[in-house]
């Protein structure tokens, strides 16, 4: 989801981080106020946690949902700054952890035992569901987390820019760089990809016709094309075509609203904004095609649902997870596209949704079903660390991409020989 401020939005720089969890054992907990009192159901006390969302409204939307349950009393708490996982994990592992929290899936939550399987909840709905949202939170036949949103990133384009430097669109990485060079000014910079580059780091792999990591769990970044690609963008790095050191980062889209660039790296959740401030000069496209063998690609973010595992009111959380997030369909689709544009993971919302129907978000959608990738469960937050090392080095420091990706593949191996032997 999009921010109206820097400090609401540092999380994103983690998106789909996966922590150890021993990583926050020397960490507090979420402060004194345990929030197991109040709501307005009636037996058990649960406890949910929400990272604080940029968009008004969400967290009153938040809290709404949780009063309208009546079988247990539901509590919130809203984790403001900018390290919400830490938070997280510090109080999993302290008395007053949450029963229900948001997160991405990852390998290690499962492994640890510290999710619940919410296999038996989702079963009755599953074929409604988004299948690579089921694959990207299944372990072992065993579905680990309820998909909330699907949040699909592209780039953002000024097509009156566009068209005032007579450019078409780009559908490949040499294309974006032309164009980049062509839209820049003396007041405007051709592109924007974020304070440090990372965003780029997954689409290029896949748009290089490469993958993080193969069916079987092995390493598939390191290919000639995934370097060439690295090459190329350090390539654009240095032209001086770049916005770098925005004031905000790629999540807010302040950098291209405000006119500081004419193409920005960017999620969904930001379409309101940008046409509140822009109208109709707003274009989408996909990551563009890297290489001969390559092909487009979107990145698709979003949140889920987990239980945790080691509560005390298991069942109860379970229940209130699926009557929220399942059953609930009208606050399913309130929390999709009332508080920014997401997709909503239940096909057949996705395909009811009337603000998602029509004009760039119909758009979005588009180019999230054709070229989308999901979250890989076992990609973890050290092996995507890995990858940020290659992006800092190869492309802000000049070193040589192949030898940087090498570097990342024996680092990404030793964690998934810990993870799967």
Not at 83 to 98: C, I, R, S, V, Y
Not at 107 to 131: E, H, R, Y
Not at 142 to 166: C, H, N, T, W
Not at 203 to 212: Q, V
Request: hydrophobic share 40%; net charge neutral.
């Amino acid at each position: 989801m999009s921010a109206s401020s820097m400090s609401n939005w540092n999380r994103r720089s983690v998106l789909r981080a996966a922590m150890g969890l021993a990583a926050a054992g020397g960490l507090a907990a979420c402060g004194g106020n345990t929030g197991r009192s109040g709501g307005s159901g009636s037996g058990k006390n649960l406890v949910q946690y929400f990272h604080a969302y940029g968009e008004d409204g969400v967290e009153a939307a938040v809290k709404r949902y949780a009063k309208a349950y009546k079988e247990a009393n539901v509590s919130t708490q809203w984790i403001t700054g900018s390290n919400f996982e830490q938070k997280l994990f510090a109080a999993l592992l302290t008395d007053n952890a949450p029963d229900v929290f948001e997160f991405h899936p990852q390998i290690q939550l499962v492994k640890s035992g510290q999710v619940a399987d919410l296999t038996d909840i989702i079963a009755p709905v599953k074929s409604d569901f988004n299948q690579a949202d089921i694959t990207s939170h299944t372990v072992d036949g065993k579905i680990y987390g309820v998909r909330m949103i699907d949040d699909p990133q592209f780039f953002f384009y000024r097509p009156s820019l566009f068209e005032k430097a007579k450019i078409q669109v780009p559908t490949t990485l040499d294309e974006l760089i032309e164009a980049t060079k062509a839209l820049t000014t003396s007041k405007v910079k051709g592109a924007y990809l974020g304070n440090d580059l990372t965003p780029l780091q997954s689409p290029l792999i896949w748009s290089a016709g490469a993958d993080t990591l193969t069916a079987d769990n092995k390493p598939a970044f390191n290919t000639d094309a995934v370097a060439a690609g690295f090459k190329q963008m350090r390539g654009l790095f240095t032209s001086g075509n770049l916005l770098l050191g925005a004031p905000t980062d790629w999540w807010d889209p302040s950098a291209f609203t405000q006119g500081l660039t004419a193409i920005q790296w960017c999620g969904m959740w930001a379409m309101p904004v940008m046409q509140k401030a822009l109208g109709d000069d707003i274009g989408i496209f996909p990551f563009p095609k890297v290489g001969a063998a390559g092909k487009q690609s979107v990145v698709n973010g979003g949140w889920s649902m987990f239980v945790n595992a080691k509560g005390k009111n298991v069942e109860a959380a379970k229940e209130y997870v699926k009557w929220l997030w399942i059953d609930q369909k009208q606050y399913q689709e309130d929390f999709s596209t009332s508080y920014g544009f997401h997709i909503p993971p239940r096909t057949s919302l996705a395909q009811s949704a009337t603000k998602l129907k029509t004009g760039l978000p119909a758009e979005g959608v588009k180019l999230f079903n054709e070229f989308g990738h999901f979250d890989n469960i076992g990609w973890t937050q050290a092996m995507i660390s890995s990858i940020n090392d290659v992006v800092a080095n190869s492309i802000r420091k000049g070193d040589d991409p192949k030898a940087q990706l090498a570097a990342a593949e024996k680092k990404v191996d030793a964690e998934l020989k810990k993870l799967f032997g």
